[in-house]
Structures are given as C-alpha cells and as structure tokens.
C-alpha cells in the first residue's frame, strides 16, 4: 500500500508539475493574444501616405507571420491539455478554456489576415492611383513642352500650319486624356476612402492641381491654337493679295509689251484711248499695293521671315516699271496716233487740190466756141500749171508722212496706205496726162483757128476786091475795044474766080476741121 500510495504521489506530483506549466504556457499564450489583439487593434487606423500605407503593411505582414507563427504553440497546448486529461483526469474547464483560446486566437488570425488583405488593398489603390497620377502627369508635363513648342508664331506659313497641326493633334490628345483624368479621379476617390484625414487633403490637392494642369494646358492650347490660325489667316491674306497683286502686274504687262500694232488712225486713237485707261486702272491699284505692303510688313514683324522684305522691294520694283513701261507706250501710242493724224491730213489737203485741179482740168477739156474761150482756157491751163508744183509738193509730202507710217501700222492699214498712195500718185499722172492732152488740144484748136481766120480774112479780102473789080466794069461799053477790054477782064476775073474754087475749098475743109474741135456757130455760118 506504502509504495502504492508513493506512486500515486509521484504521478499526482507529476501531473501538478504538468498542469502547473500548462498553466503558465497557457497564461504566456493569453498574454501574447492580449497583446497580440492590442498591436493589431493599433495598426487598424487609416494612413495618410503610400509610404506609411507600405511601412503598415510591412508591419502588419510580420505582426501577421508572428501571429500564425504561434499556432504551434496552440498545437503544443492543446496536445498538452489531452495529455493531463488522460494522465490526471483535468476537469473540463482545461479543455473549455482551450477551446475558447483556440477559438479567439482563430479570430485574430482572421481579424489578422482581414487586416492584412486591407492593407494590400490599401497600398494596392494607392500604388495605382500613385501611379496613374504620375503618368497624367508626366503626360501633361510632356504635352505642354510640345504646346509650349508651338506657341511661337514666327516662321513661313509652311512653318506656322506645321505648328498648327501639331496643336490641334495635342488638343486632341489633351482631349483624350479626359478619361484618363477621370479614372485617375476614380482612383483617387477609391484611395481617399481608405486615407486619413490629412492624406485626403493631400490626395484632393493633388487631383486638383492635375485638374487645374488639364484645364489650363487645353487653354494654353486654344490659345496657341487661336494664335496660329490667326497667323496662318495673315499669311493667307498676304498670299492671296500677294498672288492678285503679281497676277495683275504680269498681266498687265503682258497687256502693254504685247500691244499689236493698228490699220487706222481711229483704231491708233482707240488704243491710246484703252492706255489712258489702263493709265487709271494702274493709278488705282497703288491702293492695292499699299495695302499690300501693309500686310507684308505687318506680317514681318510677326512672323521675322526675311523674305517678305524682298517681296515687297519687287514688287515695288515691278509697279514702277510698270508705270514707265506705261509711259513709254503712252508715248509712242500718241506718235503714232499724232503721226497718222498729220498723213491724213496732208493726204486730204491733197485730194482736195486733186479734185479742184480736176475739176479745173475737166472744164478744159470741154469743146470751145471761139477763139476767145481757147484764149481763156489757154491762160486757165497756164494757171494750172503754175499750181502744179504745189499739186506735186502735197502729193509727195503725203507720200512720205505715208510712208513713215509703214514701220508703226498692222499689214490691213499698210496695205490700204499704199494703195492710197498709189492712187493719189495714178490720179496725179492722169491729171498731168489729162493736162498735157488738154494743152495740146487747145493749142491745136488755136492754130487751127489762126489758120481758118487767116484764109477766112484772105478769102474775104478777095471777095471784097473781086466784087469791087466787077462792080467798077460792070458798066456798059460803047467802043468795041472797050467791050473787048471788058470782056477781057471779066474773063480774067472769072479764071480768078476758078482758081480761088480750091482756096475756098482749103479754108472750107479747116472750117470743118475746126468744127470738130469747136461749137463755133461762125463758122457753121461760114460753112
């Protein structure tokens, strides 16, 4: 009994010493969970910052591996608990005590691992919304050095459209980029509910700042945008009255080095009368090219292209010489006007001496009735021929203004000047032939008339002396030599008679003769 009693209490020694360390591991377990719950219940509060968000979740990570670390511990207590049961029959408030440690110590690993999956989402949201604003804004930093690049508006217009195209596709990537605000917007919003309150405020200052950036990045490109299309419409407004202006300048300078010659002298008036014209038309466009010249320097001074002032200087240039090309053609215009105007005049001097001289001409040529208008003529002719060289003067000055003419007027009008001309030169040597013929006639006429007034004076002195002969013997004789004498002499007087029949018949056949050449009515009496 002794040694059983001994034995029995050594296992009872032994299970006190056993329940004794269970309870203190069991009581270092609970504090360790007390504490444990009190380090994780601290840790629970919202952080500002992704780096406080990183260092919580470093923390928690080991605070978390420490916590799962201990379930051994757990396992050490419970085979512990069932070995003191089955060796010293430990009551049920062992076992009930360890059922709820186990149980609590369950919730904390899953508070635990609640806490932990948390805070990777914590620092997950704000590494992503870290990220996304950082890329919107690196974005908005790269797209406004590219606006900033394309505000200058200096520069050709090949240049300046260049700028333009490139603004409008960054205004449509600064468009673009409103989604991604709003995401980083979403994402901010997302971060904040799991921030502190001081992290909140950062967190809306920065998404404020990215959205004050946005707006004011899309204003600065609207304005360069404006800018430009302001510039680039100057430099259209420069080329289009830049292209007007050269095309009229080539244009009318075409007009005047191309000027073709004329026929008449009312189509040399009418050209002069078009120059005039272009002479108002070029007066008026120095508006024009003021204006012109406005645009360009205007646009020098925005743009700094160099090449505008040579523009302006050559265009310039062109007008003047324009003006003095105009000149020298008004110029030459009102020679050849000037010049065909003094040809028609002395051409129609001409002709009208032509005609008078004609008419005068034509007026000899008419049949005479007596000596007397041959006589009249005679000197008529001789005035006419003292006019002659006047005739001649005009004709050959209208000749040679004709001929001056040749080099300054279209083939049409040469042609017709020297078919006047050869005209005026045909009529005059018909006039010259017609007035030698007439001459010539009248002075025929005029012999002829002398010599029919000779015989017609010898035949009628004749007659007298015949007649006065017969009357002086026509007495009656007494004697027969008397009445042969008688007989005698009237026989002598009647072969005078006889022979004078052909000298009768002579002056007859010039009377005749003058008939032809003449309406004398003396001499068809004679006859």
Known sequence: FTDQLSDTQRKLEVSLVQLSSYEDSFQQFQSWMGETEAKVQAEADLK????????????????????????????????RAQSLAQSSGADSRVTRLLEDITKHYQDLCRVSLELLQRFESNVAD????????????????????????CTDVTGDKFAVQNKLDRIKELS????????????????????????????????????????????????????AQADLEGALRQWEEYDTTHDALLQWLTTTEQTLKNLQLRSTLEEKQEQVTQLKSLKSEIESEQAELDRFTDLAQ???????????????????????????LLKESMSKWEKYVSEHDVYRDRYNHYTMWLTEAKDRVDSLTSDPEDIGVMEEKKEEIQAVLADKEEGLQRLNSAIEQGERLYPDTAMAGREKIRKQLRTAKDVWDGLMADLTAAQRKLDTSIMAWSTYKGGVEQLEKWFVDVETELKTDSEE???????????????????????????VDGVVDKAQTLLQMSRSEDVQIFI
């Open 48 to 79: 500002a910052t992704l780096q406080e968000k990183k260092v919580q979740l470093h923390s928690h990570k080991v605070q978390h591996q420490d916590i799962l670390s201990h379930q051994h511990v757990l396992d050490s207590l419970s085979d």
């Open 126 to 149: 704000h590494q992503q919304y870290q990220d996304a604003l950082q890329q919107s804004q690196d974005q908005m930093s790269a797209l406004g050095d590219k606006v900033a690049s």
């Open 172 to 223: 449509s990537q600064i468009a673009d980029s409103n989604p991604k605000l709003k995401t980083v917007s979403e994402l901010c919003d997302k971060t904040i509910s799991n921030t502190s309150n001081p992290g909140r405020e950062t967190l809306k200052r920065e998404m404020s700042a990215l959205q004050a950036d946005c707006v004011s990045l899309a204003s600065d490109a609207d304005d």
């Open 298 to 324: 205007a646009l020098l001074q925005t743009s700094g292209d160099t090449r505008l002032t040579q523009h302006i200087a050559q265009s310039n240039k062109r007008y003047r010489d324009l003006q003095a």
């Open 477 to 503: 004789k007494n004697t027969l030599p008397e009445k042969r004498a008688q007989l005698q002499t009237n026989k002598a007087a009647l072969q005078d008679v006889r022979s004078h029949g052909r000298v």
